[in-house]
């Protein structure tokens, strides 16, 4: 019987700049044999992270979620992700849909939502997002193992990172032997 995992999160969960056998997904599946979901990808937010979240759950066993910043928020589009970011001013997307108006759109919605963002309101949506997946998945019987690249407000059990810089590239992800650190600290954070 193989072990589903599920594992979500943003760039550095992603493995930004690795080679794909560097990645958190390819040790977790190449070194703790589990049959891996990855649906981290860069620039993600704490919401699209708990919706995916909220899709995949019942159809794994282990969940390792490594929860964003608060600032970060993103929409749909005909079926594509559209992550906004305070440093992202210009979006990428598929050469197959219409991106001039998308990309006009999203500069004006970016300056907009920018403009009018509350940190504490998206701070306060970034703590219940996190400890209502962690109740659903303790709900369900899952093992999980969250980490955070920002500190929260939630009374949950939370992983935080200290990465040392020698660990991490020149941009701050984390290079191999940051990923191999964290995923270390991961596993057996999973087998406790």
Same mark, same amino acid.
């Given at each position: ?7 979500d ?19 977790? &599946?190449? @070194? ?6 990855? =649906?981290?990808?860069?620039?993600? !937010?704490?919401?699209? *992270?708990? #919706? ?18 608060? &600032?970060? @928020? ?6 594509? =992700?559209?992550?906004?970011?305070? !440093?992202?001013?210009? *979006?990428? #997307?598929?050469h ?18 920018? @403009? ?6 998206? =701070? ?14 303790k ?54």
């Amino acid at each position: 019987m193989s072990k589903k995992l599920y594992l979500d999160g943003c760039s550095y969960t992603f493995g930004l700049h690795l080679e794909k056998e560097d990645t958190l997904a390819h040790l977790f &599946s190449e @070194s703790a044999g589990y049959q891996v979901t990855n =649906n981290s990808r860069p620039g993600k !937010s704490n919401m699209a *992270i708990a #919706l995916d979240t909220f899709n995949s759950i019942k159809n794994h066993d282990t969940i390792v979620l490594g929860w964003t910043y608060a &600032s970060r @928020s993103y929409l749909k589009y005909n079926g594509y =992700n559209i992550d906004l970011l305070a !440093s992202r001013l210009q *979006i990428e #997307l598929p050469h197959d849909i219409d991106t001039n108006n998308i990309e006009s759109t999203y500069t004006a919605l970016h300056k907009q939502f920018y @403009s009018l963002y509350d940190a504490e309101h998206f =701070n306060n949506v970034s703590d219940m997002l996190m400890t209502s997946t962690y109740h659903l998945a303790k709900s369900l019987g899952k093992k999980m193992v969250f980490f955070s690249w920002e500190k929260r407000s939630t009374n949950i059990p939370v992983y935080y990172p200290h990465i040392p810089s020698s660990y991490r590239l020149p941009d701050s992800h984390l290079n191999v032997a940051g990923t191999m650190y964290l995923y270390n600290t991961l596993q057996g954070l999973i087998n406790e």
